[in-house]
C-alpha cells in the first residue's frame, strides 16, 4: 500500500536533515529517505569540522543569512542538548591587498557594518606566531568565525526531526520519482510513497535526481588532510589557533582548523578533480592528491612539507558554475524543491536553509530572498 506524506525529503545530509527538522517541528507530515545512515563519510559532509564565518568574501548578500545561521545553531545546541556544535575562535584571513579574500571580506564589513581587526605584519607574529605569510599579505581577523561539528549537527537536526514525529528511512535508496497531478510518488528499493512535495537534497546524487529537468551541476572531488603540528601542542588548540583563510596566489585558496582529535586539519579550497560519477568514484586521497596539499599548505606553514599524515578523506563539492547555491522548485514543477546550498561553502548556512526550505515548502515565501539561488539567475 503507498503511504502518503505532506513532504518527502530525499538526502538526509546537511540540507535533508535540517529541513526535514523544520518540516517535521511546524507540524508537518515528514519522510525522509537516505540511501545510507546520516551522519555518514560518503558525501559532503563528514570530517570533523566546517569553518563558519560572518565577514561573507564570497558576497555580502550571506551575511544575513550567516547570522541567522548562528541563532539558530545555538537554538539547536539547546534543542538538542548538545553543546558545542559551533564554537567561535575567529577566523584569521590572510591575503594580497588585491586578492578577491581581502577585498571581498572588507566588502562584506562595509555592507553590514559588522566588526572587524585589521592585524598589521609587524604585530602578526607575535599575535599568531604559527602563521609564516609572505611579505605583503594583509591579515584580517573575523572575530566571529569558528567551526562546526558536521557530523553531530546532523545527527542533532534528525533525532530532533524524529522527535517531532519525521518518520526517517535509512539504507534506503530512491530509484525514481514522478509527479502525480499536484503531487509526487516516489519509488525507492523498498517501496514507494506519495507526498504533497518533494525535496531533492542528495548533495553531490543531485543530478542523477534531477535529471534533464535540473539544473547545471558538476562534482568536485576534495582532498582533506590531517597532520601533526610541530612543537607546543596548546598552541595549535581552539583556544590559541583561528580557523583560517588564504589566497596565496590569485584564486587559489587554502584553509584550515585547530588542532582536533584527528589532528590539524587543512586543505586546498577547490581546484580538485571532476567527478563524472559518484558511483565508480575512488574515495581514497592517492600520493598525488596529498602531495598537492603539502605543496600548497607549505605557502603558509614550511613544516607541512615533512610533518606526520595522520589522516586523509575526500570528500564532494556540488558546485554551480557561478559557485553560488541552489533552493528552486524545479521548472515547471511547483512541488519539486532542488537543495543544492553547497559549491564548497554550504554546511554553516544548513540550519537557516533547513529554515527557508520549510517556510517555502509550508508558507509559499521565506523570511529571505532567496532570488540569487533560483535556477534560472
Ligand atoms: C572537504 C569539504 C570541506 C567543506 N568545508 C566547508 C566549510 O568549511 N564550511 C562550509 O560552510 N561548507 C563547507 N563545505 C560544504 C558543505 O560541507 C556542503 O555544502 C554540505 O555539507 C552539503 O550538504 P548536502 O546536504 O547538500 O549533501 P550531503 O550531506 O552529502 O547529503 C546528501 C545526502 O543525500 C543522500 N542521497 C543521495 N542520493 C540519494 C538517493 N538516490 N536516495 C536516497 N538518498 C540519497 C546521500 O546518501 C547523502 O546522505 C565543505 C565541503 C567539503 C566536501
Excluded at 333 to 353: D, E, R, T, W
Aim: hydrophobic share 40%; with cysteine; glycine share 8%.
Amino acid at each position: 500500500m503507498i503511504q502518503t506524506y505532506d513532504v518527502i525529503v530525499v538526502g538526509l545530509g546537511a540540507m535533508g536533515s535540517a529541513t526535514a527538522y523544520h518540516l517535521a517541528s511546524r507540524g508537518a507530515r515528514v519522510l525522509g529517505i537516505d540511501q545510507f545512515a546520516p551522519p555518514h563519510d560518503q558525501g559532503s559532509s563528514h570530517g570533523e569540522s566546517r569553518i563558519i564565518r560572518q565577514l561573507y568574501y564570497e558576497h555580502p548578500l550571506y551575511v544575513p543569512l550567516v547570522q541567522r545561521s548562528y541563532e539558530l545553531w545555538r537554538k539547536l545546541e539547546q534543542d538538542a542538548a548538545q553543546p558545542n556544535l559551533l564554537r567561535i575562535t575567529g577566523g584569521l584571513m590572510l591575503g594580497h591587498e588585491t586578492s578577491g579574500l581581502i577585498q571581498g571580506v572588507r566588502r562584506a564589513a562595509e555592507e553590514h557594518r559588522l566588526p572587524f581587526e585589521e592585524i598589521p605584519s609587524s604585530r602578526l607574529q607575535e599575535r599568531f606566531p604559527q602563521f609564516m605569510p609572505s611579505a605583503g599579505m594583509r591579515a584580517v581577523l573575523d572575530p566571529e568565525a569558528g567551526f562546526l561539528d558536521p557530523e553531530r549537527c546532523i545527527a542533532a537536526h534528525l533525532s530532533l526531526a524524529s522527535a517531532h514525529g519525521a518518520e526517517l528511512k535509512m539504507g534506503e535508496r530512491v530509484i525514481e520519482w514522478t509527479t502525480v497531478g499536484d503531487g509526487v510518488r516516489v519509488r525507492t528499493t523498498q517501496g514507494s510513497y506519495e507526498a504533497g512535495k518533494l525535496v531533492l537534497a542528495a548533495g553531490p546524487w543531485v543530478s542523477e535526481l534531477c535529471g534533464n529537468a535540473g539544473p547545471l551541476f558538476s562534482v568536485e572531488k576534495q582532498t582533506v588532510a590531517w597532520f601533526q603540528p610541530p612543537g607546543e601542542r596548546s598552541i595549535w588548540t581552539p583556544e590559541r589557533f583561528p580557523i583560517f583563510m588564504c589566497e596565496f596566489e590569485d584564486g587559489q585558496l587554502i584553509y584550515g582548523f585547530p588542532l582536533l582529535s584527528r589532528g590539524w586539519k587543512a586543505a586546498v579550497h577547490y581546484q580538485g578533480e571532476a567527478v563524472t560519477n559518484m558511483r565508480d568514484v575512488r574515495r581514497t586521497a592517492d600520493a598525488h592528491d596529498l602531495a598537492r596539499v603539502r605543496t600548497a599548505l607549505a605557502r603558509l606553514f614550511d613544516w607541512v612539507k615533512e610533518a606526520p599524515l595522520l589522516n586523509s578523506e575526500t570528500c564532494f563539492y556540488t558546485n554551480t558554475t557561478d559557485l553560488q547555491f541552489v533552493v528552486d522548485f524545479l521548472p515547471g514543477m511547483p512541488q519539486v524543491l532542488v537543495s543544492s546550498p553547497c559549491s564548497g561553502h554550504g554546511f554553516k548556512f544548513a540550519c537557516a536553509i533547513g529554515e527557508l526550505q520549510a517556510q517555502l515548502l509550508l508558507d509559499g515565501k521565506t523570511s529571505f530572498d532567496v532570488s540569487p539561488f533560483r535556477i534560472d539567475r
